[in-house]
């Protein structure tokens, strides 16, 4: 039997949905509001903690004391004893030359193309300096003695006491990211610098390896970019690895431009940070001097039409070397003078400050081949060491 619905039953009914169909439109629009209320929260809180931390940046950059007049009688190469690693023998353990840096800068004094007194010496980020950069986390991590030895690839150093890894191993590298930070300022003021040390290219922001415990191409890009008011850098990355670390931490940074050329069958297989790169070249192991030069010079001549940089970072290390038993190469002695020739020609021909660093070389011939190299610079009138002012 069906109920009868009466009049006065419709009316009640339809009172009941309309004030339903009422609060259930108040509820939506509340939490519709409350929703776009907090995404405007957090996009504003999100872009003004970036505000603060790009002031935060700023601030320490413009306080930091690694910028310092340099007088005009010191030359543009950037060096310091305390460069080198010296840690009880154990630094042996590790296929790199810890005291190349020193012993280019020997090759130079002795061949009489640069005095030591006209070297300029840097000096040590300090932690202030590397914050710029890194995270406070990060550079806690480096107080853990096998984590540096980890980053380092010398296990044995996991078991020293941290403050002995801080003065034999963290202190020498703190110091040339001191010198690589210093470089583009006498970069941009001279033309041309070189410091003989850093190009830690596997090292970003948020984590160390591969021999590379501080980042400090990034540091110093982010360095000229508020004090040298520079906004556009070319890293020119010539080790025998990808430079993973600052394609990573530029990595959707227009402002830097990256050409790279690795050997992609070796060390560190970055995936992620390949995709980074702006112009990869690859040379796979076994590549000659001839076809190795034959690539550089279509790399440069394709760069040349595709960025414009204000300021160019070249990584050059020497693990391209034939018998490198890392880098897998085989470039001549000589094709590494010619090489750094290519580059120098590159800036100095367009006007571009050029900062060098000498990253990898894993071989005990590397520093008389670095040392060739500069003197190379120096004859084809590239770069002036001074040599005049030296008694030849
Ligand atoms: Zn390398």
């Known amino acids: 039997m069906l109920p009868i619905i009466t009049e006065s039953t419709r009316i009640l009914c339809k009172s009941t949905l309309y004030l339903l169909l009422t609060f259930a439109t ?22 003004s903690s970036t505000t603060d931390t790009e002031t935060i940046r700023r601030n320490r950059i413009l306080s930091s004391n690694l910028y310092f007049d340099i007088p005009s009688s010191k030359v543009p190469v950037i060096y310091s004893s305390a460069y080198n690693i010296s840690f009880l023998g154990i630094e042996k353990l590790h296929p790199f030359d810890s005291s190349k840096w020193g012993r280019i800068c020997q090759f130079l004094n002795l061949d009489g193309v640069l005095d030591k007194k006209y070297i300029v010496e840097p000096l040590e980020a300090s932690k202030e300096d590397l914050l710029v950069v890194h995270s406070k986390t990060y550079l806690d991590s480096l107080k853990s003695s096998p984590n540096v030895a980890m980053i380092i690839e010398v296990p044995p150093v996991a078991l020293f006491p941290n403050f002995l890894v801080q003065k034999n191993v963290l202190y020498p590298f703190r110091k040339q990211v001191g010198g690589t930070i210093l470089a583009a300022k006498l970069a941009k003021e001279r033309g041309w610098a070189i410091n003989v040390g850093g190009g830690f290219h596997h090292c970003s922001a948020d984590k160390g390896a591969g021999f590379c415990a501080y980042a ?24 025998a690895h990808q430079g993973n670390g600052h394609e990573k931490d530029f990595a959707n940074d227009r402002r830097v431009y990256t050409l790279d050329m690795y050997n992609p069958g070796i060390y560190p297989f970055d995936y992620e940070a390949k995709r980074y790169i702006d112009q990869k070249v690859k040379v796979v192991s076994g590549t000659t001097t001839d076809e190795y030069m034959k690539k550089l010079d279509e790399a440069l001549e394709v760069a040349k039409h595709k960025f414009d940089p204000e300021l160019v970072i070249y990584n050059a290390g020497t693990d391209i070397l034939d018998g490198d038993p890392l880098g897998m190469l085989k470039v001549s002695p000589d094709g590494i003078a010619i090489r750094d020739e290519k580059v120098f020609s590159f800036a100095r021909s367009r006007n571009i400050p050029l900062v060098m660093l000498t990253s990898g070389g894993y071989m005990k011939s590397s520093a008389r081949v670095i040392a060739n190299s500069i003197i190379n610079l120096s004859r084809k009138s590239l770069i002036d060491t001074g040599s005049s002012r030296v008694k030849i």
């Open 216 to 239: 400090d191409i990034t540091l110093c890009i982010h360095y000229a970019f508020v004090r040298l008011n520079i906004s556009r850098v070319m890293i020119i990355d010539l080790d």
């Open 26 to 47: 108040i509820k939506l629009s509340g939490s519709l509001y409350r929703y776009i209320r907090c995404l405007t929260m957090a996009s504003s809180s999100s872009s």
